[in-house]
């Protein structure tokens, strides 16, 4: 699409292609006055409101500050050398789990679905096991494991993204909440962010009305193809993109950032470890929000506000991807000292045994029961248990129950980890 992007060594601009005449707009709407007397005055009146219609993202002009185009070019190294250095790592596997985890965590939290690491991950054991987690919360954040997971996996390798595949994400995001009836649906209804929960009158955000969103999804998924911007910044703008035509009655802002993890896969900057950028933004929320307000200017794409809004917008999202790679990094430190530990304690442990076999996947599943574990590490359900009850004696694992009737082993030195990690969303 277009010509590569070319530096100005005059203006210190990183510029691309632009789309003459492109307009954001709002569209003036009457809400009709509700007639349930049940509701206050405030509640049931009608009023005008504005809705908005952002511009089309394909053919678009961008243009990125000298100083935004140095934040999105460390961003990009940190966060390449960060997954390349995982690979050498035995346990890549087990501490991409564990992140991918944490940003679901993350993720969920942003939008008031709070659940401890602990609790999590006994809740994600218990449905293993095939029990009932009996937590709706939990369910809600496993939810968004269970998206993120085969968004990154699916989509990251599919020759392009579609509006089915964006929808077949927001599915599996509600399948079983109390949302389920709205799960992959394009909303047919005005929704609105802030002010009152029956009318837009006083809402802080008024996204594009129903009948124009099907048009900027596609529009969306075609500039997710495309590879003219650096990774970085076409993950923030896309997200912003995203959370401004605010789809879906619910479940917007988790959908939408799995859409970051999806790009950054698919331009190759991650291939292995995903940063918790969610993570960043749950403890820069006020900046976050912020952030992508800023990108909602009006008028033309070529304005000085537009430039500078989202210019704002992509320095902070680069800036949170840098912070992301350092939380990782300091978490996967943490995970490789346990592991020594864990060594220490053992003594001597044969190589190609359960007992190693186990301390490898233990990073990434730190409540398993013994028949969970044996289908990780491929052994028998009896070396399995032996091996479970040296690590037991070891101080490694200590038995838990999960639900009524479940026995499992929780490895505590790792849910402490991710718990610590986890804390920082109130730091």
């Known amino acids: 699409m277009g010509d590569s992007p070319v530096l100005d060594p005059c203006s210190r601009i990183w510029c691309f292609r632009e789309q003459e005449g492109s307009l954001s707009k709002l569209l003036r709407r009457r809400w009709e006055a509700a007639s349930d007397s049940g509701l206050s005055r405030r509640d049931r009146r009608g009023c005008e409101y504005q809705a908005y219609v952002p511009d089309r993202l394909v053919g678009r002009r961008f243009r990125l500050d000298g100083s935004v ?137 008024v996204p594009a009305p129903p009948e124009h969103i099907r048009a900027l999804l596609e529009d969306l998924c075609a500039f997710v193809a495309d590879d003219d911007l650096p990774a970085v910044a076409q993950a923030a703008i896309a997200h912003a993109q995203f959370e401004t035509i605010h789809p879906f009655v619910d479940g917007n802002g988790r959908t939408g950032r799995a859409l970051i993890q999806v790009i950054l896969r698919r331009r190759g900057l991650a291939p292995r470890v995903l940063p918790p950028v969610s993570l960043v933004l749950a403890t820069w929320s006020s900046s976050y929000i912020d952030g992508l307000t800023a990108t909602r200017y009006r008028g033309r794409a070529d304005s000085t506000a537009a430039h500078e809004g989202t210019n704002r917008w992509i320095a902070l999202f680069a800036a949170a991807c840098r912070r992301a790679v350092g939380d990782a990094a300091a978490f996967e430190e943490q995970i490789e000292r346990i592991e020594e530990r864990w060594r220490a304690a053992l003594g001597r442990v044969r190589t190609g045994s359960a007992v190693q076999l186990l301390l490898g996947v233990l990073p990434g599943a730190p409540i398993v029961s013994v028949t969970g574990a044996a289908e990780l590490i491929r052994r028998s359900f009896q070396a399995t248990n032996q091996a479970m009850t040296r690590l037991e004696a070891a101080g490694v694992v200590r038995q838990v129950n999960v639900g009524r009737r479940n026995r499992a082993y929780e490895a505590t030195d790792v849910i402490d980890a991710f718990t610590d990690l986890e804390r920082q969303l109130v730091s």
């Open 69 to 205: 185009a140095a934040d999105v070019a460390e961003a990009e190294v940190a966060i390449a050398s960060f997954s390349n250095a995982a690979a050498v790592l035995a346990d890549t596997e087990a501490v991409a789990r564990l992140l991918l985890r944490a940003e679901s965590v993350a993720s969920s939290h942003i939008e008031g679905l709070v659940v401890g690491g602990r609790r999590l991950l006994r809740a994600e054991a218990a449905r293993a096991m095939g029990a009932a987690v009996g937590d709706v919360t939990a369910e809600e954040v496993l939810g968004n494991i269970e998206a993120m997971s085969w968004a990154v996996e699916f989509l990251s390798s599919a020759a392009q993204v579609t509006v089915e595949e964006l929808l077949e994400v927001h599915r599996r995001l509600l399948a079983g909440t109390r949302h389920a009836e709205h799960a992959g649906q394009i909303r047919t209804v005005q929704n609105w962010i802030g002010g009152s929960s029956f009318n837009p009158c006083t809402a802080v955000f």
